[in-house]
T-cell receptor, first 115, second 112 residues
């Protein structure tokens, strides 16, 4: 089946530094990648949609300069959290549609802790 | 505003019980609805997907139904097992978009 590989699974960084999260589609081409954020005991909230070769579309309230998304190829999308602060600590997860009629496949998520 | 609500928020049952998880959505222009399982600190595992033209889907001990007119979906788990303990999320995709709107989740604990 379709697999999206997400790395790293856990990362701890200091305030003010940047962190990059990668999502790779292993056996299919992901022209679109969705990035979600999940705070403790809350549901997933869509942050942005990345499309290969074009600028990402951000949801209302998401700072595009803080959460940089790059989708340079059909198999790789990255989310960079710039100048991270403790309030950015969250669970980040990516998702890609692999067949129009079917659902989406999700990465395994990245637990980001900013200290 | 599109909203997806799940009831109950948490559920604890003894092993062997049949149980029903509920999902309500406000957007009638539904394309499909998907049920997921999420284990603590982990990603999502897709369980069942129901297209808007379907009324139910089954996989093993799981059965999901969809009633567009009432804006509801249910996930039925038969003969629950401790390994079923997880958070169950439903997510609605609206026609004309690729976005999924996720529900708030039901945290299930099956006691041995």
């Amino acid at each position: 089946g379709a697999v999206v590989s997400q790395h790293p699974s856990r990362v701890i960084c200091k305030s003010g530094t940047s962190v990059k999260i990668e999502c790779r589609s292993l056996d299919f081409q992901a022209t679109t990648m969705f990035w979600y954020r999940q705070f403790p005991k809350q549901s997933l909230m869509l942050m942005a949609t990345s499309n290969e070769g074009s600028k990402a579309t951000y949801e209302q309230g998401v700072e595009k300069d803080k959460f940089l998304i790059n989708h340079a190829s059909l198999t790789l999308s990255t989310l960079t959290v710039t100048s991270a602060h403790p309030e950015d600590s969250s669970f980040y997860i990516c998702s890609a549609p692999y067949r129009e009629f079917y659902g989406y496949t999700f990465g395994s998520g990245t637990r980001l802790t900013v200290v | 505003k599109q909203e997806v609500t799940q009831i109950p928020a948490a559920l604890s049952v003894p092993e062997g019980e049949n149980l029903v998880l509920n999902c309500s959505f406000t957007d009638s222009a539904i394309y499909n609805l998907q049920w997921f399982r999420q284990d603590p600190g982990k990603g999502l595992t897709s369980l069942l997907l129901i297209q808007s033209s379907q009324r139910e889907q089954t996989s093993g001990r799981l059965n999901a139904s969809l009633d567009k007119s009432s804006g509801r979906s249910t996930l039925y788990i038969a003969a629950s097992q401790p390994g079923d303990s997880a958070t169950y999320l439903c997510a609605q995709r609206t026609s004309g978009t690729y976005k999924y709107i996720f529900g708030t989740g039901t945290r299930l604990k099956v006691l041995a």
